[in-house]
């Protein structure tokens, strides 16, 4: 077999899901990549680590050696090397091997290996799950349209934020946990936000009179995400309802779970 | 009366409601579900315990051969028994007095008789709030329509907590509370809902700068599952609302409680 | 002046708002709420009576016993007593005098003297503010549509949160802080509507799978409602624009904020 | 150079953004406010200030006397200069140096220099963000027809905890921290917006009860300002669409970030 055809069959298997063999590879991997996660998990866990010390740092190499493998042969076979080593997945591959390597300076660096997590999103890919991509894209698409409205947004968020945590560092002071204005736009956001851990929480009533005005309007511009991606969804919805055309009677405004048209009865997917 | 006959007659009680005596079993086992749910929570609070053990035990085991006996009759009078075994209401049934008899080999199982409660729901038919299953009906239909973008959404959110979570375990470490990865996956689940217990917090400013960046990323994402649910539900009800249609000068968009047609006066429903 | 007379004379200052006298009333009336809901709340601070003790007693006696004139008088002078008795206003002006009374039996009830701050209410009657009158009936009209909805809603948010409480109760237990079945109700309650004071918090991991479950239900079930009154908001907003309709072309759907027809330019309100 | 030539120069770079200059002045400025923005919070971190306090002094005053110049020069150059002192900016310029000099007689006021931050809105107009500007537009109109919803809305909130906070302060009483209404306000707030600090948390079985109630109304509430602004921001953005005319077709119902007419292909900004 030559280099050139071993090269072509190694794709089909790696990067394509339409052979038998592509799909058991894609299988086989995604058992590989949630494994190598749990293992990461149990790892971090002081009283399961203390007696197979070693065996989880042998695992840990054996699935990293295994992806940097993985990593290599899919860099090698592919026709344009460099558009997959730029691409979301190439970049993610990358970095779902890095970490291991890193450790050996950095101790602690291994935990990072967690971004093998995004790997698994192939699994809608090899499971076919179009119909949830699709519902994806709709996301996706609302989020788009919404996404200056939402920086907008966050912007003011932001002033907000930093203005009110001054006003409390000047108010409650080091004395109550305000310790410095960093802290205290922190602790704004935890408020805001409606999270309110309560580790820093006002003492004094006039701080607390100004606490209960950040969260009034953090309770209330929780309203405007809400508001802009509902107001966007509800069009793409529509925009997507239109978008099906009846090949029989050319009606639109059909569901996006039909599958005859609802006016002649015609299948909309024929 | 043949053995028959008695099958018809206690199936005419037991599952209709449309007969006096049928209605009076109906409301006679709703109240001994609930004498029973406020036994089990009784039962829970140790100082009411303490001199009436006794008691309480009599009284559950009362209610678990009541119903164990109502069961064995149900199955017994049903025409096809596997088809009320297998329903929503032949599980519930059954698992309202399980738990019992387990708490005879586990201690403390008894307290999963709370599914009782479940029974419950059986008041919407007998009290013929028809009105309310309809409405509940537009809830359940949005949802089934809005399932598979929540579901997208769900899957993003575990992603991400627990990308946050490992990250937050290796900023934080286990000196400030984040003492596992499946514990700082807690405590992310627990910041982007925004409950924020506060039991675990982060210490370090890296940790409050992620943590913040994670709230904020909590805070926007409410707004998906809430404007998916807004969408479906207003195309529902104006799906409802186009259901209905005049006899007499064959308008729709009729509001839900309209009675009469709004355009030419004539009932509705006649 | 006859009995008759003087009746109808304080009829139009006390029940009416157009005559100077009328407004005056009403304005001093406001301000006699205003002040003696402020000395409630100071009456509450410690520090702030154990010096003036005398004082507050009295001023608080002199406000009950004019409030108890007023209604008298109100009384006295209704064409139609029972039917202000009765009415909202009616029942809102006694409960803010009975609690002083009650207090000479049981001690503290006076603090229940706060419902006097829903006479305040009148202040809309008084001003004239009609507008926010008529944004608070769309409100209103929005949230009867919504109430079956809501409902259905919170019945099931509260046998969801009783079946999570009595888990959490078996699986935490009494020494977690979990002491009861109804307190693992209440910490449920504060766990899904997301507030999360941590008073109350799992300690072992399989309550903590659990209540990370009971969050992410909670942060997507706000949902319901939100979608459920932005649903009939929307549809009342729209109804609310079709019901101005333009003298002149007799178009509709103008904004409420319109003065004039957006098509032809002739007033709306002449 | 006349003092008249002179003043129309430094007006055209000081207010002007569309020479060189003018740009390069207005990019100097922004860097400014950052810069003394970071000194400020850096400045209230206590170990970063003790070694370098006399650094921290100096370099304030020195932005501060800078940004007092320029607000002389403002002035000064203004054609119409009471107009531009009434202005927003120049109401936000006066504020953002005006705390230094109070700083003299009261320590600690110089942390509310933090308001130079709202002079970093001007990076809007220079960076020519107009797109964003025109979504700010969207949003803040959305808010102009929703405000006497929301003031509505804000009313009953303050009513309902004004209310649950007398009845929570009788029920709980100082022993568990309610130590007066204001407090039991405060709590109340915490409590309805969902933040939940739980540095006071209800301790009686009752007083949990009532809690319990005040979050599934707070929960249930949060879904008024969400709807009314979504439903507002809805119609907004409908109106938007439809403002736009293609000059060909005459056919409007363009999305926002389009820039050619959908129906026949015609440039919509020629």
Redo the contacts between chains.
Sequence with gaps: MTSQALKEKLHLIIFGTDTPAGKNFDIFLIVAIILS?VL??AE???TVVREYYLAFRVLEWIFTLMFTLEYAVRIWCSPKPWQYIRSFYGIVDLLSILPSYISLLVP??N??L??R??R??RVFRVLKLV??LS??N??IR?MM?AR???????LV?L?LA??FG??M??VEG?ANGF????????WT???I???????I?PQT?LG??I??FA??I???I??????????????E?QRNRNSIECIQCHKIGH?S?ADHCKYCGSSLYP
Excluded: C, H, N
């Design positions: 996660v990461l998990m971090s866990m002081e602690g660096a935990y990072l967690i971004v997590l995004l698994f999103l119909r949830y519902e994806a709709t996301l609302s349209m200056r409205k939402i920086s907008v947004f966050f968020v002033v930093t203005i001054s006003v560092y000047v080091p310790s410095s204005i960093p802290k205290s736009i922190y956001i935890v408020t936000t409606t999270v309110g851990y309560g580790d929480a009533p607390q009179l606490a209960a969260m009034l953090g309770y209330s929780i309203a405007v995400p809400t508001g802009i991606f509902t107001a966007e969804l509800a069009q919805i569901d779970d």
